[in-house]
T-cell receptor, first 114, second 114 residues
């Protein structure tokens, strides 16, 4: 079965710092990868997704992620964070075709200090 | 366009009871997926419905069931509630089945089992 691990459960950064959140998945075959964000009091929303093609994907609000197949990784990055980026971030994967739904990581709680 | 709506938003039940949660997808979306979110296990896939048929099911006991109606609205039912069923239950809708269609999440139903 697919599993997804996120390295950091809590991250605290100052505004303008660079961000990288780690994500590793276990499935060795075709995989689709996602990052979701949940802002305080709001719904889960999709930040970005990778299905195929260019391994560097760009999402909303200046976020990007890089798919490295050899490392089974899909790390999320942002060059300069803002206070409004404070949220819970979830990495998710499916084994292609969605047969088992999305498998989520446990999430990373990001706090940006002004 | 209205988002995914879930009712009720909060629910308190006692052990042994049963509960029904409702999800109305975004207009035009025909696929509905359900997830359980707990602090310990994170987000876990329950099942997916498309065209009134259960397409996929996660690793949950038979006490968890669901259905989808002809208007794509979906309900999930949990019978013989246990304390461990306390969780946030999230519904997500998408245009079609599988995960090549972006999933849009609702606000969730917070179930507390006493």
């Amino acid at each position: 079965a697919q599993s997804v691990s996120q390295h950091n459960h809590h991250v605290i950064l100052s505004e303008a710092a660079s961000l990288e959140l780690g994500c590793n998945y276990s499935y060795g075959g075709t995989v689709n990868l996602f990052w979701y964000v949940q802002y305080p009091g709001q719904h889960l929303q999709l930040l970005l997704k990778y299905f195929s093609g260019d391994p560097l994907v760009k999402g909303i609000k200046g976020f990007e992620a890089e798919f490295i197949k050899s490392k089974f990784s899909f790390n999320l990055r942002k060059p300069s964070v803002q206070w409004s980026d404070t949220a819970e971030y979830f990495c998710a994967a499916d084994s292609g075709g969605g047969a088992d739904g999305l498998t989520f990581g446990k999430g990373t709680h990001l706090i940006i200090q002004p | 366009k209205a988002g995914v709506t879930q009712t009720p938003r909060y629910l308190i039940k006692t052990r042994g009871q049963q509960v029904t949660l409702s999800c109305s997808p975004i207009s035009g979306h025909r696929s509905v997926s359900w997830y359980q979110q707990t602090p310990g296990q994170g987000l876990q896939f329950l099942f997916e419905y498309f065209s009134e048929t259960q397409r996929n099911k996660g690793n949950f006991p038979g006490r968890f069931s669901g259905r989808q109606f002809s208007n794509s609205r979906s309900e999930m039912n949990v019978s013989t509630l246990e304390l461990g069923d306390s969780a946030l239950y999230l519904c997500a809708s998408s245009l079609g089945p599988g995960l090549y269609n972006e999933q849009f999440f609702g606000p969730g139903t917070r179930l507390t089992v006493l």
